[in-house]
């Protein structure tokens, strides 16, 4: 008995070209597109994102929750009959991969509302509790943004990405500030994940200089809108010295990156 299903997600990563354009997907023989792989990125000599260099660190507490994710998927999932292990392994993966997707466009739906209501545009009216509170928390803290989407291109340490926000606070202060969409709940606390201060501090470096970092004159923030309690925003804000000590673990991570897999994306 044939069983058909569809095929998991892979990801090779994020990647851009020199000039800072997005290569994350290329054409395969077949004409059909695919995610970017380390062989496609040493041919066309492309730079990989923030976020592709932190998969270098061991993530304990996301892998224990996809774990878990995963069995509770299996759990609930039925057996089909003739189906042996692997079709049904298979089957568990896409469908655990749902929410992960659905979780991903609603990101991407927020991202393109902040912007829009920045710009002044009109935003749907299911989204404005979720963006609204951004703006009030920029008015709120006498922010002035004066980059928004940023592509950045690091060739001193081979890396890119783009950041959210670049700003200067009410007194001069540089400021780096990335949106991110989350699940909250109720009553409980909201605090960063692990190395997205790493994140925060890679985008300060590159756009406001090394010198500038270290010297302590970059402050930074995430902020957070739950997907799960309509309104809610939490921001969390990394001082100078943080950002100074993620910077120099971030640089490491560059070159332990750059090491294992055999390539040095620097011109």
Request: glycine letters at 8%; a negative charge; aromatic letters at 12%.
């Amino acid at each position: 008995m044939a069983i058909l299903v569809g095929k998991p997600r892979s990801s090779g990563g994020h990647w851009y070209t020199s000039e800072g354009l997005a290569a994350h997907t290329q054409i395969g023989k077949n004409g059909l597109e695919r995610n970017t792989t380390l062989r496609d990125a040493r041919k066309l000599r492309l730079i990989p994102s923030v976020t592709t260099i932190l998969q270098v660190f061991a993530k304990p507490g996301l892998e224990r929750w996809k774990q878990n994710e995963m069995a509770k998927v299996a759990f609930d999932l039925p057996r089909i009959d003739g189906e042996d292990a692997d079709q049904f392994a298979l089957r568990v993966r896409l469908k655990q991969e749902e929410p992960v997707e659905k979780a991903a466009d609603f990101g991407t739906e927020i991202h393109d509302a902040i912007e829009k209501y920045f710009e002044g545009e009109p935003v749907p009216e299911h989204l404005l509790p979720y963006v609204r509170p951004a703006f009030e928390w920029k008015q709120d803290k006498m922010l002035k943004f004066i980059e928004r989407e940023k592509k950045l291109v690091n060739l001193d340490h081979g890396f890119a990405g783009t950041v959210d926000i670049i700003c200067f606070g009410p007194d001069g202060q540089k400021g780096c500030v990335d949106w991110k969409t989350r699940k909250t709940y109720e009553g409980k606390k909201v605090t960063s994940y692990d190395f997205q201060v790493h994140q925060i501090a890679a985008y300060a470096g590159s756009y406001w200089g090394e010198d500038a970092l270290l010297a302590g004159e970059v402050f930074g923030a995430n902020c957070y809108i739950s997907s799960t309690e309509e309104g809610r925003f939490v921001v969390c804000s990394y001082s100078p010295d943080e950002l100074i000590e993620a910077w120099k673990t971030f640089v490491s991570a560059c070159e332990i990156w750059r090491s294992i897999k055999n390539y040095d994306p620097r011109p």
